[in-house]
Antibody, heavy 120, light 109 residues
Framework: QVQLVESGGGVVQPGRSLRLSCAASGFTFSTYGMHWVRQAPGKGLEWVALIWYDGDNKFYTDSVKGRFTISRDNSKTTLYLQMNSLRADDTAVYYC?????????????WGQGTMVTVSS | EIELTQSPGTLSLSPGERATLSCRAS???????LAWYQQKPGQAPRLLIY???SRATGIPDRFSGSGSGTDFTLTISRLEPGDFAVYYC??????????FGQGTRLEIK
């Protein structure tokens, strides 16, 4: 069925790294833009990053620029988020989400989320 | 960067009543780039409305979106028990600046 499944979350110390994965199935992954969105405990939604359908264009929210890298492997239908120099304020549930189109639009399919806790 | 302000913060209504949720932008937003999401506790968000007016697949016609410029509205015509949740508006006019409002909690009165 059409779904997104995140993995890779966990507890990590400040300054360390973590890589999240999002496995897509049931649709033509290579034709859709993909996003990461996070939600800190008890807070609202925050867009983190976008990668266009072809992987050539990537965009980030200011607070993660230079620390996070979004990528995709269309042959494996998998989206990634490499998170370096993690900080306590990166603690959140991280969702991957599918864009309605190949570039930027509303998010019409979401994964269940993976929790990232940054703590010493 | 466009900021979205949702009101009210919390809305208390009874099943069967009509809910009106507001989303105000700090500068004009193209109607093509405004969406609404529903999020229930412990679940991922769900797309309800995109392009300010268009219902996403499977969304009942009790949900409708309207507005233009800086003022947008999500209306739920007859509340059902499953509608009580948090609702977020979103602006996605630029690939580099995608913004969510802070959310409106719709609770049972």
């Amino acid at each position: 069925q059409v779904q997104l499944v995140e993995s890779g979350g966990g507890v990590v110390q400040p300054g360390r790294s973590l890589r999240l994965s999002c496995a897509a199935s049931g649709f033509t992954f290579s034709t859709y833009g993909m996003h990461w969105v996070r939600q800190a405990p008890g807070k609202g939604l925050e867009w983190v990053a976008l990668i266009w359908y072809d992987g050539d264009n990537k965009f980030y929210t200011d607070s993660v620029k230079g620390r996070f890298t979004i990528s995709r492997d269309n042959s494996k239908t998998t989206l990634y988020l490499q998170m370096n120099s993690l900080r306590a304020d990166d603690t959140a549930v991280y969702y991957c989400a599918r864009d309605r189109i190949g570039t930027a639009n509303a998010f019409d399919l979401w994964g269940q989320g993976t929790m990232v806790t940054v703590s010493s | 960067e466009i900021e979205l302000t949702q009101s009210p913060g919390t809305l208390s209504l009874s099943p069967g009543e009509r809910a009106t949720l507001s989303c105000r932008a700090s500068q004009s937003v193209s109607s093509s780039y405004l969406a609404w999401y529903q999020q229930k506790p412990g679940q991922a968000p769900r797309l309800l409305i995109y392009g300010a007016f268009s219902r996403a697949t499977g969304i009942p016609d009790r949900f409708s979106g309207s507005g233009s410029g800086t003022d947008f509205t999500l209306t739920i015509s007859r509340l059902e028990p499953g509608d009580f949740a948090v609702y977020y508006c979103q602006e996605y006019g630029s690939s580099s600046r995608i913004t969510f409002g802070q959310g409106t909690r719709l609770e049972i009165k």
